[in-house]
């Protein structure tokens, strides 16, 4: 089971390096199932999805190799599902 603490402290750890990019991003909901950390994002008013996406395989590295994928066809919101 995801624990709540690694919940917030994968979300902080994108947030810093999103900020590192130039992308910034605000936490909307965090989800936790027994395998899967869903974390939805609200974007930043001028972030195009593809500053994202592009650099997921970076952004899975910085996160210690984990199993990442960005999903942006939410209405506004940047979704990361991480196994």
Request: net charge positive; hydrophobic share 45%.
């Amino acid at each position: 089971m995801i624990e709540r603490d690694y919940a917030m402290r994968t979300a902080i750890q994108i947030i810093r390096v999103m900020i590192r990019w130039g992308v910034h991003l605000s936490l909307a909901k965090a989800q936790q199932g027994p395998r899967l950390l869903i974390l939805d994002f609200n974007e930043a008013p001028g972030t195009r999805a593809a500053q994202i996406t592009d650099r997921s395989k970076d952004l899975a590295r910085k996160l210690g190799g984990v199993n990442l994928r960005i999903d942006t066809n939410h209405c506004g919101k940047i979704r990361f599902e991480i196994a």
